[in-house]
């Protein structure tokens, strides 16, 4: 079965620095791969995905993330980080599609942000 | 646009009570899909309707169920409230491509249910 892992609860970074949040996934066949970002009593808005072509994917904000077949890993990263990065982030993978041709959204469990001033 | 909406925001329930949740898709997307988010388990799939059918489900039980109308609206509906049941409800809508639904999902900012 597809999934992915969010190996760490909680990433502290300093403002200005650089940020990584780190997902790893386990798929059959190629992988779609998602991040998303929910603050504080919102739900969760798209920042980036990765389907095909180029490892490194460009997003909104300010982050990216690469794709890295070979660790199996689709880290997401900021050059310098902003206090207003601070949220909860989730990284997902879309599941095989069933015989109905449509498929769901598997999420990881989540990494909090904290940038600090 | 419009973004996803859901209604109501909050909700307090007791035990053995039923509940149901509102969500209202961005308008053009017919596929509306439902996960619990909870602190430890993360985003939890609940099922996705597409055009008023029923085209994914998780492993949630039976108590769970919901429904599309033909606006694309949606429904989900919680029967005999456990306290487990008590998590952040969202909803999130998707465009469609050809007669399936396709892209990245659009979450609305949720229900919060608790359960006394």
């Known amino acids: 079965a597809q999934s992915v892992a969010q190996p760490e609860d909680q990433v502290n970074v300093a403002e200005g620095n650089p940020l990584t949040v780190k997902c790893t996934y386990s798929v059959s066949g190629n992988p779609y791969l998602f991040w998303y970002v929910q603050y504080p009593n919102r739900g969760l808005q798209f920042l980036l995905k990765?389907?095909?072509?180029?490892?490194l994917v460009k997003g909104s904000y300010g982050f990216e993330a690469e794709f890295n077949k070979s660790q199996t890993s689709f880290h997401l990263k900021k050059p310098s980080a902003l206090v207003s990065d601070s949220a909860l982030y989730f990284c997902?993978?879309?599941?095989?599609?069933?015989?109905?041709?449509?498929?769901?959204?598997?999420f990881g469990t989540g990494t909090r942000l904290k940038v600090l001033a | 646009k419009a973004g996803v909406t859901q209604t109501p925001r909050y909700l307090i329930k007791t035990r053995g009570q039923q509940v149901t949740l509102s969500c209202s898709p961005i308008s053009g997307h017919r596929s509306v899909s439902w996960y619990q988010q909870t602190p430890g388990q993360g985003l939890q799939f609940l099922f996705e309707?597409?055009?008023?059918?029923?085209?994914n489900k998780g492993n949630f039980p039976g108590r769970f169920s919901g429904r599309q109308f033909s606006n694309s609206r949606s429904e989900m509906n919680v029967s005999t409230l456990e306290l487990g049941d008590s998590a952040l409800y969202l909803c999130?809508?998707?465009?469609?491509?050809?007669?399936?639904?396709?892209?990245?999902?659009?979450f609305g900012p949720g229900t919060r249910l608790t359960v006394t």
């Open positions: 309707y597409f055009s008023e059918t029923q085209r």
């Open positions: 990765y389907i095909t072509g180029d490892n």
């Open positions: 997902a993978v879309r599941d095989k599609s069933d015989t109905s041709g449509t498929y769901k959204y598997i």
């Open positions: 999130a809508s998707r465009p469609t491509s050809g007669v399936l639904p396709a892209g990245e999902q659009y």
